[in-house]
Nanobody, 122 residues
Framework: VQLQASGGGLVQAGGSLRLSCTAS????????MGWFRQAPGKEREFVGA????????YYADSVKGRFTISRNKTENMVYLQMNSLKPEDTAVYYC????????????????WGQGTLVTVSS
């Protein structure tokens, strides 16, 4: 499976942005699609994830209530809708696929997109 994230850009604090992740290849109901981010000088961190089959979503506390993950199974796409953005949300955002189930650890994810930069200005 190959993943490609897109949709990053520059946005003012309080604004919104929607990231997309296109997946090529077969995705099974047991798979989990996750979003991670890495800010400059910091470790990569879990943002949220969605179970491909049932669509259950999970979020890091830092984005809960502001970010929403959804997927389009027909088009093999996953979205990260980001609202009420803050300067601390500035990071490179990655989509990733976990074939074994839900995890918040990046080393559990098997496939990664190339990342898309989100910059939130104050």
């Amino acid at each position: 499976v190959q993943l490609q994230a897109s949709g990053g850009g520059l946005v003012q604090a309080g604004g919104s942005l929607r990231l997309s992740c296109t997946a090529s290849g077969r995705i099974f109901s047991s798979h989990v699609m996750g979003w991670f981010r890495q800010a400059p000088g910091k470790e990569r961190e879990f943002v949220g994830a969605i179970r491909w089959g049932v669509g259950n979503t999970y979020y890091a506390d830092s984005v809960k209530g502001r970010f929403t993950i959804s997927r389009n199974k027909t088009e093999n796409m996953v979205y990260l809708q980001m609202n009420s953005l803050k300067p601390e949300d500035t990071a490179v955002y990655y989509c990733a696929l976990d074939r074994r189930g839900l995890s918040t650890k990046d080393y559990d994810y098997d496939h990664w997109g190339q990342g898309t930069l989100v910059t939130v200005s104050s």
